[in-house]
């Protein structure tokens, strides 16, 4: 009886292997993956700026065979800036969309998240849709009250009038595409608390950043919003398109956009904050970006992080960090 129980498993293993043959199957090797089958799991669906996922990608971390240059050439980018004083620190997180292999450089330091904190504003509202879809169409009343734009070191681009009504659409348009705090603090003021705070916790982060001005966020964790935009894990497949496609109309120039070719099209959010002495004299700035760069055939997320004396160096330092990443992507023959 066993001998007859052990046939009939060997017959289906070598059935199972003559399968994989004719198909064209592969058995993996113990600790390795199949690149192209990282690609399939996906489903595009007529979609621009999401790649739903229609199982888990692999399991993959860094890998220096492909981007361990880059690792080397961000240190060496590191220390040159502090040396000729562009920066003080600067943290980077660069993950291949394609098949998730990413490199690191202080990507778990600590920075104020600033205007980063208006992507899961978006996230927010874009989930309480799913329950609430007149949200878009609700008019809030600006007033000078609520104007908190001032503190803003690069101003928005147009601003709210005073007195007008402006629908959660156009506020939620404004936020991402001018980086407007006024419009951005309207759509705090009018939202359950709670659905900020699930944004977080469903992503296993710290909500803490909601309510203590003097809490951080990492290059690291703060990719995690783009990555559940792009995977449309998070939000349906069309809201998650939907946001990428605004946060792909951010006016932002100066920073990763100026480091790649006109035309690459670039979903991505900046962040400034400038800290002052109690006299009201400036003792740094930190100057952020984060966001997808959909080079030809082969999307990646960057996310960096960094602190220095002066905004317009360190709008420098992210023109020509994106640069430095889209070349080494370019060099690596993954682009059309």
């Known amino acids: 009886m066993k001998k007859a129980a052990l046939w009939r498993a060997t017959g289906i293993f070598v059935l199972a292997i003559g399968v994989g043959f004719f198909t064209g199957y592969k058995i993996p090797r113990a600790g390795t993956f199949d690149v192209q089958s990282s690609q399939t799991l996906r489903e595009h669906g007529g979609y621009q700026y999401i790649s739903k996922l229609l199982a888990c990608d692999f399991p993959v971390s860094q890998d220096t065979r492909k981007y361990g240059g880059l690792t080397d050439s961000v240190n060496d980018f590191i220390a040159k800036g502090k040396a000729n004083h562009e920066l003080s620190r600067m943290s980077v997180y660069f993950r291949d969309l394609t098949d998730g292999r990413w490199i690191g450089v202080g990507e778990d330091d600590q920075y104020d998240p600033a205007s980063l904190f208006k992507i899961p504003t978006l996230i927010a509202y874009y989930r309480l849709a799913a329950t609430e879809p007149d949200i878009f169409s609700r008019q809030i009343q600006f007033v000078f009250a609520d104007d908190n734009s001032k503190t803003q070191n690069i101003k928005p681009s147009e601003v709210l009038q005073n007195g007008e009504r402006y629908t959660v ?168």
Do not use: W
């Open 169 to 336: 659409d156009d506020l939620l348009n404004r936020m991402i595409i001018y980086s407007d705090n006024a419009a951005t603090n309207l759509l705090i003021k009018n939202i359950d608390k709670v659905y900020l705070e699930n944004v977080f916790r469903d992503l296993e982060l710290s909500s803490a950043v909601l309510t203590d001005a003097g809490e951080s966020m990492s290059a690291k964790s703060f990719s995690l919003f783009f990555r559940v935009l792009y995977n449309a894990s998070y939000l349906s497949r069309d809201r998650s398109e939907k946001a990428l496609a605004l946060l792909a109309k951010t006016d932002f120039q100066d920073g990763f956009q100026a480091g790649i070719p006109t035309g690459v099209p670039i979903a991505h959010k900046f962040g400034e904050k400038t800290f002052v002495n109690p006299q009201g004299i400036p003792l740094s700035a930190q100057l952020h970006e984060c966001g997808i760069v959909y080079a030809s055939g082969h999307p990646y997320l960057l996310c960096v992080m960094t602190e220095g004396q002066s905004l317009d160096k360190l709008k420098t330092v992210l023109r020509n960090v994106s640069s430095m990443v889209y070349q080494t992507v370019v060099a690596a023959g993954i682009t059309k």
